[in-house]
């Protein structure tokens, strides 16, 4: 998590100076300071710093490890949440597979058996027929026997179709709802590895430490920032200009910036305020510069 602010580091003694520009015959000079934007890294989640892995005065590189917070119950969450989706995924294949392979066998060896008792009791109901027809049974006992084929002949049929959904799986609706119970734990699962995840901060960029708000052992509510950062990209230098001369500058002008005690930079105007002030701060006069 990552939060920005203007911050002043500090008045210096700043003279700058247009480059080679037609519009100024001559250079002039300017007063200004030193403007740092900090960027504030917080973990959006609250716990105890486990870990400073920066100092003060530091610079980092990009994601380089700032802190950790501590992350026992995350970490629970995580393998509880992994856990939920290996099970609901595992329903979700075993109502895909069907019937296990020994249930298949037994439904087929029932199949055979239904078929066998089939062809006896037709060959039964042949011999009845014959005996019928030369008047030496009962029609009775012919019925008996043209039932018991029709009774074996159906349980062929049934059997059949037991041995079909068995190895048909589950029901499509069955298997829509395991598939959508695989999303929920997968969903569950990504937000738990984010959790954990936000434990830890990194830089966004190479920076330096300015500042660490938390010592080790200590709390750190959520959102809190742990370390301010400031990127070089960061530094800019804010200064006035009178009114006379305002209107000679344009954006992407290059000036000189002098720093008393430092080398000078070369810098490029990026911005010009809208806004005009008429009472410049007190920290401009050069007599109060000390202050």
């Keep these: ?147 018991t084929h029709e009774r074996n002949a159906r349980a062929i049929d049934e059997f059949a179709a037991q041995l079909a959904t068995a190895r048909l799986g589950g029901r499509t609706d069955a298997i829509a709802a395991a598939e959508a119970e695989i999303a929920a734990a997968r969903s569950a699962r990504d937000r738990a590895d984010w959790a954990v995840a936000q434990k830890t901060q990194a830089a966004p960029g190479a920076a330096l430490v300015y500042d660490t708000l938390f010592r080790e052992g200590e709390f750190v509510a959520a959102g809190a920032p742990g370390v301010a950062l400031l990127p070089p990209e960061n530094l800019k230098v804010r200064f006035f200009v009178p009114e006379a001369e305002f209107a000679a500058l344009k954006a992407g002008d290059r000036v000189h910036v002098a720093i008393t005690g430092r080398p000078p930079l070369d810098a490029t105007v990026a911005y010009l305020s809208p806004r005009p002030e008429y009472t410049p701060p007190v920290l401009y006069n050069r007599d109060n510069r000390a202050k």
Excluded at 127 to 137: K, M, N, V, Y
Aim: glycine letters at 6%.
């Design 1 to 147: 998590m990552i939060s920005s602010s203007l911050v002043k580091l500090g008045l210096v003694a700043l003279a700058l100076s247009a480059l080679a520009a037609c519009q100024r015959p001559a250079a002039v000079g300017w007063q200004g300071y030193l403007e740092g934007e900090f960027v504030y890294i917080a973990a959006p989640l609250a716990g105890r710093l486990e870990q400073l892995a920066v100092q003060k005065g530091a610079r980092v590189a990009l994601a380089a490890p700032l802190f950790t917070l501590e992350r026992v119950s995350e970490l629970a969450a995580q393998r509880e949440a992994g856990d939920r989706l290996r099970s609901a995924e595992a329903r979700a294949a075993d109502l895909k597979k069907g019937s296990r392979p020994t249930e298949l066998a037994a439904l087929e060896a029932r199949l055979e058996q239904s078929r066998a008792a089939t062809e006896l009791s037709r060959r039964e109901l042949e011999r009845q027929t014959a005996l019928a027809q030369s008047g030496a049974i009962a029609a009775s006992d012919l019925d008996r026997a043209r039932l």
